[in-house]
């Protein structure tokens, strides 16, 4: 009867270290992910009743290696293989000026474009590269042993990715009105603030690049019996994607998190 009872009690406890289901928030960093910086360029020539009084140059720095999190949700419960929905988001800083320069080719004025918050403490940041993306993965686990479940698998991802604010994106909106404080010659504090707000802004509009690709991951899940709570590593390995030219992406993401498992 003991053995018995035993056994059972293994067999639960067994059952137990495997989740039918489970949610998860993970650190998700993109080392080696990096953007170049570019020189200063000239975007604009400023004229004042058809004569040239000056240009307007621009010039973006770089980042290394980008910062992200996510969430995954994971299903246990099907026959063979498991089902997991990722969606990450990662992202990178870098500076950025417009230079005035005067007909005599003097730098009047250096404006750092910054990105504006409402209603945020310190609602004011340098422009950023963002890359989001959602994974849908089938899994296959390598070993059923309880507690530490190690499993192979692959999937489907879709990209969104912000545009990087670089020569052509800046050259692009002063060509389409983005200048108009530039038509009296000069330029005020207050003005070259409103053109870089309204630079910013672009970045927010409807210019991001969404592409398909897959990923191959490899990971571990690790389970106490009885207790709802899930710890997880997974590497991932993207193929596929469209990014920035700008952007020297790398392809393995690593994700690390602790989630609820019922």
């Known amino acids: 009867m003991k053995s018995k009872i035993l056994a059972l009690s293994a067999l639960f406890l067994a059952h137990q270290a495997f989740a039918i289901v489970g949610i998860g928030f993970h650190y998700a960093p993109n080392f080696g992910t990096s953007l170049k910086a570019s020189k200063e360029t000239k975007v604009k020539d400023v004229t004042v009743e058809g ?7 621009y010039s973006h ?18 026959p063979f293989v498991d089902v997991e929905a990722t969606y990450n988001i990662a992202w990178g800083s870098y500076n950025a000026d417009l230079f005035v320069y005067n007909a005599a080719e003097e730098l009047q004025k250096k404006q750092p474009v910054e990105l504006k918050f409402d209603g945020v403490p310190f609602g004011k940041a340098s422009p950023k590269f963002v890359s989001m993306n959602g994974d849908l993965s089938v899994t296959y686990p390598i070993t059923f042993l309880p507690i530490i479940r190690p499993y192979i698998g692959g999937g489907l991802t879709y990209f969104i990715n912000t545009p990087v604010m670089n020569h052509a994106f800046v050259k692009e909106f002063m060509d389409k009105g983005g200048d108009a404080l530039l038509s009296t010659g000069g330029m005020t504090d207050e003005e070259a603030k409103k053109l870089a707000n309204e630079l910013g802004k672009q970045l927010g509009g409807d210019s991001f690049e969404k592409s398909f690709a897959g990923h191959a991951l490899l990971g571990v899940r690790a389970k106490l019996p009885v207790i709802p709570i899930a710890v997880y590593v997974n590497g991932k390995y993207y ?9 020297d992406r790398q392809n393995f993401v690593l994700e690390c998190g602790a989630g609820f498992a019922l």
């Open 61 to 78: 720095g770089d980042f290394k290696d980008m910062q992200g999190f996510g969430f995954k949700l994971w299903v246990d419960i099907l």
């Open 239 to 247: 193929f596929g994607g469209d990014f920035p030219d700008e952007v």
């Open 51 to 57: 004569l040239d009084v000056g240009d307007v140059n």
